[in-house]
């Protein structure tokens, strides 16, 4: 079954998006993406990027909206394209044979997912939205020919990759719980800060659950960890939304994970 087949199958509601005024924003909004996206930099080598956001045949198009809990492809699926994260957020995770859940990461707008399936050739996970989610899909086989022609785009998807490989050791090691869950907050304001978003205050879209899964801990003890941060005055947090009030003093907690 081709990806675009899959794609189809798995999302109710995901139908093909182009770039209409009332889509995520409209024009500028999409433009001001694509500047912030990690693909940015392949797409403006072949002429994609301009004003217009005219679709680059045969590379890339756009997704969505997909829904909370929509799965954008399975684990197992055939290796076709990869996506970039539009506007919203995914969890990738893996489900082991005895059904258990173990959630490998979250993607947030700008950010690429399945790169980690070009070998062995399908996906070794699940992506699901988290909330209302929008995609650009770029068919993998037609990048991978542009990048044997274009040494920088080649150089580009490798620093891509790399980055992957670096971000999966994030949890690597026995660390205790404070410095796990500070590791977390920081990585992900630094993320939100690198596609320009603010890197202090921000909406935590995966559930307290999902978070402790990822950070191999229980429920309870992210839940007091983030209790004890805000009685320090580390934190904001009103229900998900979440203000960091002394990133530095975070940062020092967790740079056992973070490095410098």
């Keep these: 079954m081709s990806q675009r087949a899959v794609v189809a199958r798995n999302l109710r509601p995901f139908e093909r998006w182009r770039d209409r005024p009332d889509a995520a924003g409209g024009i500028d909004a999409a433009t001001d993406f694509c500047r912030t996206c990690a693909l940015y930099h392949a797409c403006a080598m072949v002429g994609f990027g301009k004003p217009e956001l005219s679709p680059l045949h045969g590379l890339m198009e756009h997704l969505g909206p997909c829904r909370a809990d929509d799965v954008v492809f399975h684990q197992g699926d055939p290796f076709e394209a990869v996506f970039a994260v539009r506007a919203g957020t995914v969890k990738t995770r893996q489900i082991d044979p005895e059904g258990r859940e173990h959630v490998l990461g979250f993607h947030l707008p ?150 410098n």
């Excluded at 700008?110 to 070794?124: C, D, K, R, T």
């Excluded at 080649?154 to 992957?164: A, D, N, T, V």
């Excluded at 090691?173 to 630094?190: I, M, Q, S, T, Y």
């Design 110 to 259: 700008g950010e690429v997912i399945g790169l980690n399936a070009i070998y062995p050739g399908h996906f070794p996970c699940d992506a699901v939205a988290l909330e209302d989610t929008f995609l650009c899909r770029f068919s993998f086989p037609a990048m991978s020919t542009l990048a044997a022609n274009r040494p920088a785009v080649q150089q580009h998807l490798f620093r891509l990759l790399s980055k992957e490989l670096g971000a999966a050791s994030l949890l690597v090691g026995d660390h205790p719980a404070d410095v796990r869950v500070a590791a977390f907050l920081v990585d992900l304001g630094e993320r939100y800060t690198a596609r320009g978003a603010s890197g202090t205050e921000f909406r935590l879209s995966m559930s307290r659950g999902d978070i402790a899964n990822y950070l191999r801990l229980a429920a309870e003890t992210v839940s007091r960890v983030l209790a004890r941060f805000r009685t320090q005055r580390l934190i904001a947090l009103d229900g998900r939304d979440l203000r960091l009030l002394d990133p530095v003093r975070l940062r020092e907690l967790g740079r056992g994970l973070l490095g």
